[in-house]
DNA sequence: GCGTAAGGTATCTTTTTGGATACTAGGTTT
DNA sequence: AAACCTAGTATCCAAAAAGATACCTTACGC
């Protein structure tokens, strides 16, 4: 029952505030170095970086490349196998696209964009 | 560039521990009441159930049927707008299954299923 | 006149996530 | 010889999510 649910494991390599933006950065730029990925993520911290990276890292989504020099220089790269969740990531995607409009219908133009369905 | 990244918006909708599964039975079962889905699902406490079920209320993924009587009687169904998303969801869990098996090829058996994956 | 049923709320505590800040290594530049 | 560069760690702290527990309503059967 609960074995045919397997949407979860699709979410876990997902969830973590930044984990679709490097994604979506690495899919944009082809190979980045870990410097370039904090430029073009100006908000997120090294660490959080690092463990984001190393999670998808595990996942097999991205690739680590290390050059062995000082200063160090290391590049990530969407992994052959990540490539092939592509239209996955699109499809979510355009659904989202659509979902904000649906909410837009739904209640207004203001209540959009972040929050606000969280009745806690 | 962020705007063209709404998986995030996606994502929101399905994240918090037990909303895929509540719309796992939804679809599954159809019609369900409160009772039926704390039932169905042992480990979630009211206050989880319920505010799950006000999220996904206010995206419009489900609709809340009240009859009024006592003692009370809520009926919970997926709306019409939610039937769409299947497709998504049946994508996004056909990818899970698949990379579970990937982790499996990578790791092996015993790493499998919950985390392992988070080096933190 | 008491317990039960159903669908919740209200509080409080724990766990999980995320963030701020400081520090490291070792070659290169000033 | 001090400062800088990169790709990180380590430690500590705040915020958010989840969980435990107790309580509410009010018609009905006993």
Not at 23 to 31: D, H, V
């Amino acid at each position: 029952m609960a074995d045919n649910c397997k949407v979860e494991t699709a979410l876990e390599i997902l969830v973590g505030k930044w984990k679709p933006v490097i994604m979506y950065q690495l899919f944009s730029n082809g190979t980045m170095r870990f410097s370039e990925l904090q430029r073009a993520l100006p908000d997120i911290t090294k660490k959080m970086l690092t463990s984001q990276l190393r999670e998808l890292e595990y996942h097999d989504i991205i690739h680590r490349k290390i050059y062995m020099q000082i200063p160090p220089k290391v590049e990530y790269s969407i992994t052959e196998y990540a490539m092939k969740m592509a239209p996955l990531l699109q499809a979510m995607n355009d659904w989202g696209v659509a979902h904000l409009q649906h909410l837009n219908e739904l209640y207004g133009e203001d209540s959009g964009e972040e929050a606000a369905g969280t009745t806690k």
